[in-house]
DNA sequence: CGTTACCCCTGGAGGC
DNA sequence: TGCCTCCAGGGGTAAC
């Protein structure tokens, strides 16, 4: 579920509450995909000092360290103000965070999330933060960078989009809805799209991530904001899960195929493997 | 080194 | 209703 967009709305929702609050206790249930590496008592009486994202990964910065927060696939936080009663933890509720202004839970029935407890200031230098691409709503993201990275790889555009190594942040749903924004075949050898191409996507990604987080976050199974609101932006999707279903600009029916295991949807007609001019479709 | 298969885990949907 | 199979938004690790 959470990619980018859903990190980001969630880390949104949460700032206000959680930036100045004091942890006064971390609780662990069922075990996550990691341990926390740490005794949660190291976390007692610190202060968050800011809520801070890193492609999927939400961070929680205090002066002695960072909560590196992950939801998986399933994972969604759900903030209780102290004022009000706190609602009975679910059987997945795997995580409390209690804190003198609130608790906060995740709930992850799937368990791929993860909570780890990364001492000192250099967060970023984490295995798991370390190798990540350039954030796609930064500077740092634009067509020659994105050309750069593609340079001499011959794996299919889609799958290298979902890796985090060349962006950080895109998931299966916006990796399929950006390649139909830029009218790519996801299918296509990345190494062989042209600076105009890698421009074009790279403005897709931007601005496919930037219409979700506006809209909210997808909510295609079990995503909640903090608030236990749902998003919209599945209501705009224009590919991802509707195989067989007519394109929303030429009316072929979409395809669905698989690539690394994961289900990959787009236009056999508005996506072209490049050519050497103007791809068809118009949006 | 780059690319791909396999796994972790649980629940929901659809077929019979 | 119950059982079975398939599928799901992620990503590290092992194997080619």
Request: glycine share 8%.
């Amino acid at each position: 579920m959470p990619e980018l967009p859903e990190v980001e709305v969630t880390r949104l929702g949460l700032d206000a509450a959680l930036c100045g609050a004091h942890i006064t206790a971390l609780r662990l249930g069922k075990p996550l995909r990691w341990p926390l590496q740490a005794d949660p008592q190291t976390l007692h009486g610190l202060r968050i000092d800011a809520l801070q994202r890193r492609g999927k990964y939400l961070l929680m910065r205090t002066a002695q360290g960072t909560l590196i927060v992950h939801l998986g696939m399933s994972g969604s936080l759900r903030w209780t103000p102290a004022q009000q009663p706190l609602p009975p933890a679910s059987a997945h509720d795997h995580v409390e965070l209690q804190t003198d202004r609130g608790v906060l839970r995740l709930r992850d029935p799937r368990r791929f999330g993860a909570v780890i407890w990364h001492p000192g200031t250099e967060v970023h230098s984490h295995p798991l933060l370390r190798a990540l691409g350039p954030e796609p709503l930064s500077e740092r993201f634009d067509g020659a960078a994105l050309c750069q990275a593609l340079r001499g790889r011959s794996a299919a555009i889609k799958p290298l989009l979902l890796s985090q190594h060349i962006v950080a942040g895109v998931g299966n749903i916006y990796a399929c809805e950006a390649l139909f924004r830029a009218r790519i075949d996801p299918r296509t050898p990345a190494s062989r799209l042209r600076p105009a191409d890698c421009q074009r996507l790279a403005t897709a990604v931007r601005e496919t991530l930037q219409q979700a987080v506006a809209l909210g976050g997808s909510s295609l199974r079990d995503f909640a904001h903090t608030n236990g609101h749902l998003g919209d932006f599945q209501l705009q999707a224009q590919v991802y899960g509707r195989a067989g279903q007519p394109c929303h600009v030429c009316g072929t029916p979409v395809r669905s195929i698989v690539q690394a295991q994961r289900s990959t949807y787009f236009c056999p007609n508005c996506q072209k493997i490049l050519k050497s001019r103007s791809p068809g479709g118009k949006r």
